[in-house]
């Protein structure tokens, strides 16, 4: 619910603080009051298209400030959700227009862009009038209108269009992944071939590198190992040391034991001589290499390394890498009992689509017949018995929402052509046209204000009363403000405000001024009789307060 309006230098307001209660709220005035002003104010705060130029002429800048009740389950807590903007139990929509045309908007004192307020306006405020082209007229919303009347639960529809589209979906990319890979047929065969020959192991390049150093290796120390065994051997060092021992054995007799400790010590050289031999001997075997084993081991070193590169990938992830390989190449194998599967499950998913939007367009055809109806019922009494509301229904693209297309239709005459709402009525026709369909669609927004511009437009006397009796009704359910100029409208408001248009030296100003029950008489009196307020008119204004 609309709370508060203030407005700050704009156009021909300088200072104006409105205060809304729930219900009926009217404003009345002469013709050039400012009681459009008020609606371009709030449509400018609510972030609406409307004059380019606000600001008071003179002033820095032109301001508006609007406060809305907002209870916890109102749709703006979840615009102010996703903006980040904590929800509390009041909205305080702030915007300031600068005389050279730069806007600000805040909500709740954070900053906020115009998409921000227009999103939340959609859950505030709703305009209903001839420039109505937010609500009732603009067809692109007709649809949820009529489900809403009819109280249809879309969560079927909704959820076999999700499972129809997502079958679509699997089937397109199997399909493309199928194509994809019957190009690359030839190239997946022989990879896989190639790896499967040659099957690398993970860890195998480390292994037959190391390997292949090694015996690189010996090759290059054999040569030093087989010199210093010949040079220890018994062509070496070994019989140099034998020679000596026997010379000096011949000599021992006659050296009177001079020479036995030099034998010993001889002894034992000999002895850790034969153990040198034996290890370096064990080592030289273990260096012998064999050429054909190097070449066979470098062969497959360098075909594990040259298949990684042809891949793109390490030594080590060849083995996964065939995986994978092999995996596209059972799809392709495997593709069109795989497509089949796929295109089976799309004809079922589309199956159960068109038959939820079957079930959802012959609901949708009972509502429209029962809408039109009701609509024929409220027509009457706005003394507009002889104009024809039809909802039509039509073929649209299939969607979430159905197959089915909605517009509301009048033919304000028999026989006359049917057409769209603001292309057929006049603008009187216009306002019942809507204040109708809006009775009809009661209930379809809750928490909104209603908001209704000289909807009584052109007529009088007991339409003007059955006008203000309907916006009556729709106030017990919602706050409901409206511009009139009818008295009958004007008596049944719960709260009552008088514009007018004052010259105070050289500048004009709009004032809006809460009514006593007294000035509502002496209000309701002009609007009956115009200038010249006699008991007459204050008897019948009496009249019609009382109801």
Same mark, same amino acid.
């Given at each position: 619910?609309?709370?508060?309006?203030?407005?700050?230098?704009?156009?021909?307001?300088?200072?104006?603080?409105?205060?809304?209660?729930?219900? +009926?709220?009217?404003?009345?005035?002469?013709?050039?009051? !400012?009681?459009?002003?008020?609606?371009?104010?709030?449509?400018?705060?609510?972030?609406?298209?409307?004059?380019?130029?606000?600001?008071?002429?003179?002033?820095?800048?032109?301001?508006?400030?609007?406060?809305?009740?907002?209870?916890?389950?109102?749709?703006?807590?979840?615009?102010?959700?996703?903006?980040?903007?904590?929800?509390?139990?009041?909205?305080?929509?702030?915007?300031?227009?600068?005389?050279?045309?730069?806007? /600000?908007?805040?909500?709740?004192?954070?900053?906020?862009?115009?998409?921000?307020?227009?999103?939340?306006?959609?859950?505030?405020?709703?305009?209903?009038?001839?420039?109505?082209?937010?609500?009732?007229?603009?067809?692109?919303?007709?649809?949820?209108?009529?489900?809403?009347?009819?109280?249809?639960?879309?969560?079927?529809?909704?959820?076999?269009?999700?499972?129809?589209?997502? =079958?679509?979906?699997?089937?397109?990319?199997?399909?493309?992944?199928?194509?994809?890979?019957?190009?690359?047929?030839?190239?997946?065969?022989?990879?896989?071939?190639?790896?499967?020959?040659?099957?690398?192991?993970?860890?195998?390049?480390?292994?037959?590198?190391?390997?292949?150093?090694?015996?690189?290796? *010996?090759?290059?120390?054999?040569?030093?190992?087989?010199?210093?065994?010949?040079?220890?051997?018994?062509?070496?060092?070994?019989? =140099?040391?034998?020679?000596?021992?026997?010379?000096?054995?011949?000599?021992?007799?006659?050296?009177?034991?001079?020479?036995?400790?030099?034998?010993?010590?001889?002894?034992?050289?000999?002895?850790?001589?034969?153990?040198?031999?034996?290890?370096?001997?064990?080592?030289?075997?273990?260096?012998?290499?064999?050429?054909?084993?190097?070449?066979?081991?470098?062969?497959? +070193?360098?075909?594990?390394?040259?298949?990684?590169?042809?891949?793109?990938?390490?030594?080590?992830?060849?083995?996964?890498?065939?995986?994978?390989?092999?995996?596209?190449? =059972?799809?392709?194998?495997?593709?069109?009992?795989?497509? !089949?599967?796929?295109?089976?499950?799309?004809?079922?998913?589309?199956?159960?689509?068109?038959?939820? =939007?079957?079930?959802?367009?012959?609901?949708?055809?009972?509502?429209?017949?029962?809408?039109?109806?009701?609509?024929?019922?409220?027509?009457?009494?706005?003394?507009?018995?002889?104009?024809?509301? %039809?909802?039509? +229904?039509?073929?649209?693209?299939?969607?979430?929402?159905?197959?089915?297309?909605? /517009?509301?239709?009048?033919?304000?005459?028999?026989?006359?052509?049917?057409?769209?709402?603001?292309?057929?009525?006049?603008?009187?026709?216009?306002?019942?046209?809507?204040?109708?369909?809006?009775?009809?669609?009661?209930?379809?927004?809750?928490?909104?204000?209603?908001?209704?511009?000289?909807?009584?437009?052109?007529?009088?006397?007991?339409?003007?009363?059955?006008?203000?009796?309907?916006?009556?009704?729709?106030?017990?359910?919602?706050?409901?403000?409206? %511009?009139?100029?009818?008295?009958?409208?004007?008596?049944?408001?719960?709260?009552?405000?008088?514009?007018?248009?004052?010259?105070?030296?050289?500048?004009?100003?709009?004032?809006?001024?809460?009514?006593?029950?007294?000035?509502?008489?002496?209000?309701?009196?002009?609007?009956?009789?115009?200038?010249?307020?006699?008991?007459?008119?204050?008897? *019948?204004?009496?009249?019609?307060?009382?109801?």
């Amino acid at each position: 619910m609309l709370r508060s309006l203030d407005i700050r230098d704009v156009l021909i307001i300088d200072r104006l603080s409105l205060e809304l209660g729930p219900g +009926l709220n009217v404003l009345t005035g002469e013709t050039g009051a !400012g009681k459009s002003i008020l609606l371009d104010a709030l449509g400018f705060v609510l972030g609406w298209r409307g004059r380019a130029e606000l600001v008071r002429q003179g002033a820095a800048q032109g301001e508006v400030t609007a406060v809305f009740d907002l209870p916890p389950a109102h749709p703006a807590v979840v615009v102010l959700q996703e903006a980040g903007i904590e929800a509390e139990g009041e909205l305080i929509l702030r915007r300031v227009n600068t005389a050279d045309g730069r806007k /600000t908007a805040f909500v709740n004192d954070r900053r906020v862009s115009g998409e921000v307020l227009r999103a939340l306006s959609d859950g505030l405020v709703e305009l209903h009038g001839q420039h109505d082209d937010r609500g009732l007229l603009n067809p692109r919303g007709h649809r949820a209108l009529l489900d809403t009347f009819a109280g249809l639960d879309l969560s079927g529809v909704r959820s076999a269009w999700a499972a129809a589209r997502q =079958a679509r979906t699997a089937l397109s990319e199997a399909e493309a992944a199928l194509q994809a890979a019957r190009a690359e047929e030839d190239f997946l065969r022989h990879a896989v071939a190639e790896l499967d020959k040659l099957n690398p192991e993970a860890g195998e390049e480390a292994t037959l590198d190391a390997r292949r150093r090694a015996m690189q290796g *010996a090759e290059r120390i054999r040569a030093d190992v087989a010199r210093a065994l010949q040079m220890i051997g018994e062509d070496g060092a070994e019989a =140099a040391l034998r020679d000596a021992m026997r010379w000096l054995e011949g000599a021992a007799d006659r050296a009177e034991g001079a020479l036995e400790a030099p034998l010993a010590a001889m002894s034992r050289a000999l002895i850790e001589l034969s153990e040198a031999q034996a290890g370096v001997e064990t080592c030289l075997n273990g260096l012998d290499v064999n050429p054909g084993e190097l070449e066979a081991l470098e062969e497959r +070193l360098f075909a594990i390394r040259a298949l990684a590169r042809k891949h793109g990938v390490l030594p080590d992830d060849l083995g996964p890498h065939a995986d994978a390989l092999r995996g596209r190449l =059972a799809a392709l194998d495997m593709g069109e009992a795989g497509i !089949g599967r796929l295109r089976k499950a799309v004809a079922e998913a589309e199956a159960r689509y068109q038959a939820e =939007a079957e079930a959802l367009s012959t609901a949708r055809r009972a509502a429209a017949g029962r809408l039109d109806a009701a609509m024929a019922a409220e027509l009457a009494p706005l003394k507009m018995e002889r104009a024809v509301f %039809v909802t039509e +229904l039509s073929p649209a693209e299939p969607g979430p929402e159905g197959v089915d297309g909605v /517009t509301f239709t009048v033919a304000t005459n028999p026989g006359a052509p049917a057409g769209a709402l603001n292309r057929i009525a006049s603008g009187g026709e216009l306002s019942r046209f809507l204040l109708a369909l809006k009775v009809c669609l009661m209930g379809d927004s809750p928490g909104v204000t209603m908001i209704f511009d000289e909807i009584d437009r052109g007529v009088g006397g007991a339409t003007a009363d059955a006008v203000g009796r309907r916006l009556k009704a729709l106030a017990g359910q919602a706050q409901v403000l409206v %511009v009139t100029h009818s008295p009958q409208v004007a008596a049944l408001g719960a709260h009552h405000w008088r514009v007018e248009k004052r010259v105070t030296g050289e500048q004009t100003l709009s004032t809006v001024t809460v009514l006593s029950p007294d000035e509502r008489v002496e209000e309701i009196a002009r609007m009956i009789s115009g200038d010249r307020i006699n008991d007459a008119a204050r008897a *019948a204004a009496r009249e019609l307060l009382n109801g």
